[in-house]
């Protein structure tokens, strides 16, 4: 695994690395339930892919991938060396799934919803909570939806269970719901006025 040799990681052999990514990481799940959907021409969306599901990716015509995990992680270390073997390109918005983004993050993430290659795929480890927050935002701010109608893609469907360590997604959703029912302002406007993500985060 020269890949992670040269990035500072010579303790990790070939068994360790499909050791740890294949169980501690979960990934035969997500290989026997991909979570994979298309939202629409320009977006799928999936928990994180294998080698495998990134070459079928490809062959669908997707362009570019964009990965809400951290981008040191030893996944999105064999992501990163597949998409450069495919060709496809890569680009990584930490998200958390316990605390609602910073205002830079979230201008980010709507940044690269925007400008990366299309068609493109959004992903997470599981595919439900972060990325279905991405969905959401692509559906509202970027495609026009309605948030009521957007906010469907944080769904059981996808593996999206509101319990209290994600419920804060909705909280900060509902913050904004509430002051685009009263104002009628428009959601990257809000971030810029009204989204206090360190009051969202110790309330929650």
Same mark, same amino acid.
């Given at each position: 695994?020269?890949?992670?040799?040269?990035?500072?990681?010579?303790?990790?052999?070939?068994?360790?690395?499909?050791?740890?990514?294949?169980?501690?990481?979960?990934?035969?799940?997500?290989?026997?339930?991909?979570?994979?959907?298309?939202?629409?021409?320009?977006?799928?969306?999936?928990?994180?892919?294998?080698?495998?599901?990134?070459?079928?990716?490809?062959?669908?015509?997707?362009?570019?991938?964009?990965?809400?995990?951290?981008?040191?992680?030893?996944?999105?270390?064999?992501?990163?060396?597949?998409? /450069? $073997?495919? =060709? !496809?390109?890569?680009?990584?918005? +930490?998200?958390?799934?316990?605390?609602? #983004?910073?205002? @830079?993050?979230? *201008?980010?993430?709507?940044?690269?919803?925007?400008?990366?290659?299309?068609?493109?795929?959004?992903?997470?480890?599981?595919?439900? /909570? $972060?990325? =279905? !927050?991405?969905?959401?935002?692509? +559906?509202?701010?970027?495609?026009?939806? #309605?948030?009521? @109608?957007?906010? *469907?893609?944080?769904?059981?469907?996808?593996?999206?269970?509101?319990?209290?360590?994600?419920?804060?997604?909705?909280?900060?959703? /509902?913050?904004?719901?509430?002051?685009?029912?009263?104002?009628?302002?428009?959601?990257?406007?809000?971030?810029?006025?009204?989204?206090?993500?360190?009051?969202?985060?110790?309330?929650?």
């Amino acid at each position: 695994m020269q890949f992670f040799e040269d990035r500072g990681h010579p303790a990790y052999t070939p068994r360790l690395i499909l050791t740890r990514y294949w169980m501690a990481d979960h990934a035969w799940v997500r290989a026997l339930f991909p979570n994979f959907y298309k939202v629409d021409d320009e977006l799928y969306r999936s928990n994180h892919p294998g080698r495998r599901r990134l070459a079928k990716a490809k062959a669908l015509g997707i362009r570019s991938v964009l990965s809400l995990r951290d981008p040191d992680c030893m996944p999105s270390r064999l992501e990163r060396a597949a998409c /450069d $073997r495919l =060709g !496809l390109e890569l680009q990584f918005v +930490r998200l958390r799934t316990v605390f609602v #983004p910073s205002t @830079e993050t979230m *201008k980010s993430l709507l940044e690269k919803l925007r400008d990366m290659p299309k068609p493109m795929l959004v992903h997470c480890k599981s595919g439900a /909570d $972060r990325t =279905g !927050l991405a969905v959401t935002l692509h +559906r509202h701010v970027i495609r026009g939806e #309605p948030l009521s @109608e957007a906010r *469907k893609s944080l769904h059981w469907t996808y593996g999206h269970l509101p319990m209290v360590k994600n419920d804060i997604v909705h909280r900060m959703l /509902d913050a904004y719901a509430a002051d685009s029912a009263r104002t009628g302002i428009e959601f990257e406007a809000w971030l810029d006025s009204a989204y206090d993500p360190v009051a969202l985060n110790l309330a929650h």
